[in-house]
Structure formats: C-alpha cells, structure tokens
C-alpha cells in the first residue's frame, strides 16, 4: 500500500489521516485556550524528541506518564483524522498538542491568544534524509523510486505540508513573540540539559535540578528508543510498518552539520 495525497490550498496532505474537512475545521473553528502548549515541527525534525522532554516536564519529571501512555495519546495531534479526534476533542485543560501545520493552517483563535507554541527546527538535509528512509516504512508519505527522485519532490515542496523552507520562514515570523520558542534539533543534540532548562523557563515551570536531571536521562536517545511507548512501535499499522526498519536508527541523525540556518532563511 502506498501513500495517498489530497491537496489543500495548493498543500500536499495524506489522504490516509487527514482530510479538508478537518483542516478547514481546526483553521476557522477550533477555539485554542490560552494555557494551551502546541509543539510545531516540519516532520522529522524532532517532534517524538520534544514530545517526550515536554511530558516529562508537564510531569515535574514523574516518568510513570511516559512509561503507562504512548506519546500520541500524551500529546495528541492537532490534525489528524480517525481516533485522534475525539482525544483532541476531549482534552481536559492543560492541553499539550503536536501539530506539522504550516502556519497559514493553524488555528486562527491561536494568534489571539496566549497559548505557548514550541517550534523545532531541524537541519534540511538531515530532514531530507530522515524523510526518505521514513517514507519506506509509513504509509503517509508515497514510497519514492530514488533518492534523486525524492530530494527533488522535497525541494519543490511536494512531500507532505509542502515546502520545508516555507514552513520555517512562516513560523519564523513569530520569533519576538513571547508566546513563541524556537529551538534547533542541533541545539538539543549540542546542550540537552541547556535546553531543557531554557524550554522550562519558556514554559514558566522551573523545575529543581534533579528533576532536570531526570527529564535529560529519560528523554536521551537510548531511554526513549527503549520505551515502548515513546518509539512509535504502537502506531497504527496502517500508519507505519515499524518492522521494516526501526523508527529508530541513529544512523540517520546528524548526518550533515550547519553551524546556523541563516544561509537557508
């Protein structure tokens, strides 16, 4: 099975959880509350990563969360389709939300409001890489015939939620907001702890130093690829087939190195 596209105002989408009627929703209708936190990503930039630190310190470092709930139940995504509507109709306040939505799409209540928006960027041609080895393996991105093939669709923006440097030059904008983070997945590879502590004061929840200790220890690479429900292995199988290759493979990550993203923006 191969992946399906629809497109929304000029936008690739995965037929398979997404749908117009529910972006159009969430864009026009959806009421953001103000102690809401979204966690914003282009895919595989990091968002299983920040989804899991955030849980840990919404938690105050109390780890039974991360171990009993899969990540996607913890923080459920904004907008998608199937079962994850009702959990993201049913959250109680606070909600925490993941979302890849450039912002043309998010919720138009959020730039009226005070909810905190987390934005995680990734070096482009590790997100390339990641995005291409991805795609063998889920059935939301279509399977590309060579990586050739694949870099060109991912530079024109054909891949889903369109242009990565669209989608980081629209969220960019929001960078002198109070309400806005903005933090590379090099600078959580590079000061772990360091950005952890900049995240919680982000967040206006300081926490004690063992417990940013603990939050560092239990969202490390090995931590989470050895938790069940943190590395993707209870996804859906009509989502992703994690038996092909594991989500988890160290050897994608960090396979390119840029100093700063000014050259790109």
Same mark, same amino acid.
């Given at each position: 099975?191969?992946?399906?596209?629809?497109?929304?105002?000029?936008?690739?989408?995965?037929?398979?959880?997404?749908?117009?009627?529910?972006?159009?929703?969430?864009?026009?209708?959806?009421?953001?509350?103000?102690?809401?936190?979204?966690?914003?990503?282009?895919?595989?930039?990091?968002?299983?990563?920040?989804?899991?630190?955030?849980?840990?310190?919404?938690?105050?470092?109390?780890?039974?969360?991360?171990?009993?709930?899969?990540?996607?139940?913890?923080?459920?995504?904004?907008?998608?389709?199937?079962?994850?509507?009702?959990?993201?109709?049913?959250?109680?306040?606070?909600?925490?939300?993941?979302?890849?939505?450039?912002?043309?799409?998010?919720?138009?209540?959020?730039?009226?409001?005070?909810?905190?928006?987390?934005?995680?960027?990734?070096?482009?041609?590790?997100?390339?890489?990641?995005?291409?080895?991805?795609?063998?393996?889920?059935?939301?991105?279509? $399977?590309?015939?060579? &990586?050739? /093939?694949?870099?060109?669709? +991912? %530079?024109?923006?054909?891949?889903? #939620?369109?242009?990565?440097?669209?989608?980081?030059?629209?969220?960019?904008?929001?960078?002198?907001?109070?309400?806005?983070?903005?933090?590379?997945?090099?600078?959580?590879?590079?000061?772990?702890?360091?950005?952890?502590?900049?995240?919680?004061?982000?967040?206006?929840?300081?926490?004690?130093?063992?417990?940013?200790?603990?939050?560092?220890?239990?969202?490390?690479?090995?931590?989470?690829?050895?938790?069940?429900?943190?590395?993707?292995?209870?996804?859906?199988?009509?989502?992703?087939?994690? $038996?092909?290759?594991? &989500?988890? /493979?160290?050897?994608?990550? +960090? %396979?390119?190195?840029?100093?700063? #993203?000014?050259?790109?923006?």
């Amino acid at each position: 099975m191969d992946a399906e596209y629809f497109q929304h105002k000029g936008i690739n989408f995965a037929s398979v959880i997404y749908s117009k009627e529910r972006l159009e929703y969430l864009e026009n209708e959806f009421q953001v509350q103000d102690d809401d936190v979204y966690i914003v990503t282009f895919p595989k930039s990091g968002t299983n990563w920040m989804m899991e630190i955030l849980s840990l310190i919404h938690s105050n470092g109390d780890i039974s969360w991360c171990r009993k709930v899969p990540n996607y139940i913890r923080i459920p995504w904004l907008d998608v389709c199937g079962p994850g509507v009702k959990l993201v109709d049913e959250y109680q306040s606070p909600r925490l939300f993941s979302s890849h939505l450039p912002i043309q799409f998010f919720p138009k209540s959020f730039f009226s409001s005070k909810a905190k928006v987390i934005y995680t960027a990734r070096n482009p041609k590790d997100v390339l890489v990641s995005l291409y080895h991805y795609a063998h393996m889920s059935f939301v991105i279509k $399977k590309p015939n060579s &990586f050739d /093939e694949f870099m060109e669709d +991912f %530079l024109q923006g054909r891949v889903p #939620f369109g242009s990565w440097f669209d989608h980081i030059k629209g969220w960019i904008q929001m960078k002198d907001n109070s309400n806005f983070f903005f933090i590379t997945y090099e600078d959580l590879k590079r000061d772990h702890r360091g950005a952890v502590k900049k995240i919680c004061t982000f967040l206006g929840n300081e926490l004690e130093e063992q417990t940013i200790d603990l939050v560092v220890e239990q969202s490390s690479f090995n931590m989470m690829k050895s938790n069940n429900m943190s590395n993707n292995s209870l996804v859906p199988d009509y989502i992703m087939d994690p $038996k092909k290759q594991p &989500f988890y /493979e160290e050897r994608y990550y +960090f %396979l390119f190195n840029l100093h700063s #993203f000014k050259d790109l923006l």
